[in-house]
């Protein structure tokens, strides 16, 4: 019964993740039935089986549209591939790093609207150690890098806390060390809040990484981020702000 259990969850996660990588966990999307099949080695009829059984399950939601069925991956299927990862990381002794890549593109400025905060500024300097350049680098990330980085937000790491001004607050977020293109020391960003959506990447550095690496939009970007246990930073004295972990 156990074994059974195990080779039907297999089954589901190895799907789920093929699904993923044909961008699937960012928007409906219409899959390629048969290349999943051939990477499962599966016949046709087996993976209309499986689909059938997530979709009835909660995992994946059958979308109708004009140019036929689209597949996303829900909230609940995100949960078990982000499961993964940690038992994959606890079996393999901890991965250090993960490797995503993206198109850099120009924002909508609200990156550079919180970076400008002196409550975040703070906390940026204490935990990445540089006094952040007032903007994010915003990439568009490849499919695979699109999973990798919904991913990351299972992963143990340094969160700005809420700060308050006035009757406007402004939402936690998760810091990661990071380093861009082999060059720059800089931190990934996941806002808890944004206006995004879960295939964009925010960067920031104590620099202008435009200027400093030459780049423009549309250039490919590689942006190593350091999966390293955070550090208790001391919060700053000032601003309505506790120290989170």
Not at 58 to 67: E, H, I, N
Not at 109 to 119: D, K, P, Q, R
Not at 188 to 194: A, C, D, G, R, Y
């Amino acid at each position: 019964m156990f074994a059974q259990a195990f080779m039907r969850r297999c089954e589901l996660l190895t799907m789920l993740l093929e699904m993923a990588r044909q961008g699937c966990a960012r928007a409906p999307t219409a899959i390629d039935k048969a290349l999943i099949a051939s990477n499962l080695e599966v016949s046709a009829w087996t993976l209309n089986k499986w689909l059938k059984e997530a979709v009835e399950a909660g995992y994946v939601k059958a979308v109708l549209s004009k140019r036929g069925k689209r597949y996303l991956l829900t909230e609940k299927a995100v949960a078990e591939l982000s499961t993964l990862v940690t038992e994959l990381n606890h079996a393999i002794g901890g991965i250090s790093r993960l490797t995503l890549t993206g198109r850099i593109f120009r924002g909508l400025g609200e990156g550079g609207f919180y970076v400008s905060l002196a409550e975040y500024r703070e906390w940026f300097r204490r935990y990445l150690g540089f006094e952040p350049y007032p903007g994010t680098l915003n990439l568009r990330l490849d499919q695979d890098s699109a999973v990798k980085r919904k991913l990351l937000e299972s992963y143990d790491s340094f969160r700005i806390p809420p700060a308050s001004r006035g009757d406007r607050s402004y939402c936690s977020a998760q810091v990661f060390k990071a380093v861009v293109n082999d060059a720059v020391e800089a931190g990934v960003v996941i806002p808890e809040k944004t206006v995004y959506g879960p295939d964009v990447l925010e960067v920031v550095a104590g620099v202008c990484l435009r200027t400093a690496l030459g780049l423009k939009d549309g250039d490919l970007v590689k942006v190593e981020v350091l999966l390293e246990k955070p550090v208790r930073v001391k919060p700053p004295t000032e601003g309505r702000v506790e120290a989170e972990l």
